[in-house]
Nanobody, 119 residues
Framework: QVQFVESGGGLVQPGGSLRLSCATS????????MGWYRQAPGKQRELIAS???????NYADSVKGRFTISRDNAKNTLYLQMNSLKPEDTAVYYC?????????????WGQGAQVTVSA
């Protein structure tokens, strides 16, 4: 019964900022590595940022220097601060956890948060 609920998406102009949140339940959040994924129109879902259980982040080259992933273990919540947004960031953004068994994401995906960057 793992669940992920993304929020905070919206319409922004190029250069703008958004902060996404991912509320989780059904897992001991603090022990899981977590990740943010996005799926642009007509494209496959891709991992863009991850953070380990001990708060070490990693980023895809496409967002490095612009996005910041963080977590609040007391709130069982994952965050993605997105700055200097570009039209190519337009996508549905999802969060997920790395299964302890094999490090792959759970098959349970939330509905995602729509981010649209347009002038």
């Amino acid at each position: 019964q793992v669940q992920f609920v993304e929020s905070g998406g919206g319409l922004v102009q190029p250069g703008g900022s958004l902060r996404l949140s991912c509320a989780t339940s059904g897992l001991i959040f603090s022990i899981y590595d977590m990740g943010w994924y996005r799926q642009a129109p007509g494209k496959q879902r891709e991992l863009i940022a991850s953070i380990t259980s001990d708060h070490s982040p990693n980023y895809a080259d496409s967002v490095k220097g612009r996005f910041t992933i963080s977590r609040d273990n007391a709130k069982n919540t994952l965050y993605l601060q997105m700055n200097s947004l570009k039209p190519e960031d337009t996508a549905v953004y999802y969060c997920n956890a790395n299964r302890l068994r094999n490090g792959k994401p759970f098959d349970t995906w939330g509905q995602g948060a729509q981010v649209t960057v347009s002038a």
